[in-house]
């Protein structure tokens, strides 16, 4: 069984910049692929960035390409999602994840099996 637990969201005027951090609590941490979801108020929840194991496959949603950047320390068993220029169109609930074999499309986001409680993000424009 394992435990996430987000932190480092706020508020942030557009331009700005956040790093997000995930703690992972039990499992063998560099096994799993981890990752961020988001969900804006009345839309679905969406990819945003995964990184393998090892940290050596990264894979980004197009929007936040050149902006975000995944990493992870596994010594840690931490995540960290660094957040760049950000944008109003950034603001929603980021979501740590976790999973043996992965976190975007096409793998099913309801097959996922790990999910944090969840962090906001507020970008004023």
């Known amino acids: 069984q394992v435990q996430l637990v987000e932190s480092g969201g706020g508020l942030v005027p557009a331009g700005g910049s956040l790093r997000l951090s995930c703690a992972a609590s039990?499992?063998?941490?560099?096994?799993?692929?981890m990752g961020w979801f988001r969900q804006a108020p009345g839309k679905e929840r969406e990819f945003v960035a995964e990184i393998n194991g090892s940290g050596g496959n990264i894979k980004y949603q197009d929007s936040v390409k050149g902006r975000f950047i995944i990493s992870r320390d596994n010594a840690k068993k931490m995540v960290y999602l660094q957040m760049n220029s950000l944008k109003p169109d950034d603001t929603a609930v980021y979501y740590c994840?976790?999973?043996?074999?992965?976190?975007?499309?096409?793998?099913?986001?309801?097959?996922?099996?790990?999910w944090g409680q969840g962090t906001q993000v507020s970008v004023s424009s």
């Open positions: 994840a976790a999973d043996l074999f992965g976190l975007a499309a096409p793998y099913p986001m309801s097959n996922i099996e790990y």
């Open positions: 039990g499992g063998t941490f560099s096994r799993y692929v």
